[in-house]
DNA sequence: CTACTGACAACTGTCAACAGTTTGGCGTAG
DNA sequence: CTACGCCAAACTGTTGACAGTTGTCAGTAG
């Protein structure tokens, strides 16, 4: 009974539409809803214990953000992209976030980024034994943005970059390419410390074009059409 | 694992809940909800003449392009920005927009960016007579845009072009800037259809710096506090 | 065997009612 | 007069049922 008697902390999502949407959301990211599948909106709704009103406000969301395509009268599917389609939202994320580190190099407080390179000590150190190694870690990428103190800017990127977790969905973790990512991250906060806006965007350049020069090869192993 | 179908392709077939955010977008746009005004479900779906469901489907949308800002069980407030937001706003802008038209002198075909030219004319004639004159028509903009063939581009800019049209809800149409605005159009078209991307891009970086600027007199003339 | 037709099943869109939370007012105590 | 607490009105969140549409499949004609 008291369990819920918390102030209104602002943040708290305590309805079911909102955490439809962000375990909706997980499942697409993670795979259990596989790209160009089509959502059947009872069966999900019993999947999640609730009814289709709020699952339906979820899928609206989900929409908007364009991690699923709904179409009247004919379902929802979730959103699968081209090859194309992938090297077009690379090419925005470059665009976004090489903007983005030139103004972390004008503007950020020294504090915020030596807490970007301890993270990287920590990322590497817990890379040699759980599976946990991701060769693209959000983290970095997200922490980078948010030190261009532009809240707009950072949700664009937000946007942008589920799109292409999604887009890449098959390309799952490779260790090898990890460890090569690492690096290429301290040259881009190596850059950054130095307060060389320049350079730091253009290792940023040169480490998503890999990036998505890795995903397309395993995109096309994947499915040589 | 699962059944995979194809994604039908088919146009928009009515819908409430897709009627009801367009009507609601263009609500928030003109001004006809104010911001940081509460929206009240059951008096808006009445005077919509449908139901709560369809509303509060499009009200998610709008909360997910960030028109709208729903706090759970207290109700959905229309937006408002900060002086600081509407900047941050307007820089997100001009990093897209610049890499825009950096893409559109390499790629855009000849014939697309005549167009533009043309329809420049076509503002310019009917400058003189109507009221419809925007300081900041949304027609170039978004064309120019799509000039870079980047679909996923082109809808970050529609999105931040949609706040920033909301952020400025109060400064209204300045017939004043109008013609400097046309003039700065041009400026950026010739510097297009001679492939100077970098040119284009100072110009386009100029006439959206003024444009804020404007935008932000405008403002603080209307609430100095 | 193929092409069309009509009905059935499945699913999405919409609605009206129910339930839980927030808000503002009133009264009472200090 | 102010502060606190209770209560009712208002509103949002959720549900289950109903309605309209789409896709499928058997059955029939060519």
Do not use: C, W
Not at 40 to 47: I, R, T
Not at 72 to 92: I, K, M, N, Q, T
């Amino acid at each position: 009974m008291s369990e819920q008697t918390r102030p209104p902390k602002l943040g708290r999502v305590a309805t079911y539409a909102g955490q439809s949407l962000e375990v909706l959301r997980g499942m697409i990211l993670d795979g259990t809803l596989a790209p160009a599948e089509r959502i059947n909106e009872v069966h999900l709704s019993q999947a999640l214990g609730i009814s289709r009103g709020p699952l339906r406000e979820a899928i609206q969301r989900l929409a908007s953000e364009g991690l699923v395509e709904a179409v009247p009268h004919r379902g929802v599917y979730v959103r699968s992209f081209s090859a194309r389609e992938l090297s077009d939202l690379y090419e925005l994320r470059v665009a976004l976030e090489t903007h983005a580190v030139r103004l972390a190099a004008r503007y950020a407080p020294q504090q915020r980024i030596d807490e970007l390179g301890s993270m990287l000590d920590e990322t590497e150190s817990s890379m040699g034994s759980a599976s946990g190694a991701y060769p693209e870690d959000p983290d970095f990428h997200a922490r980078l943005a948010r030190l261009a103190a532009n809240p707009p800017l950072v949700e664009a990127l937000t946007d942008v970059g589920r799109k292409i977790r999604l887009a890449r969905a098959r390309s799952a973790h490779q260790p090898r390419r990890a460890r090569t990512a690492l690096d290429e991250h301290r040259e881009i906060l190596a850059a950054l410390v130095a307060r060389d806006g320049e350079g730091a965007a253009a290792k940023l350049e040169a480490h998503l074009t890999s990036s998505l020069n890795n995903a397309l090869a395993v995109l096309r192993a994947a499915e040589p059409d």
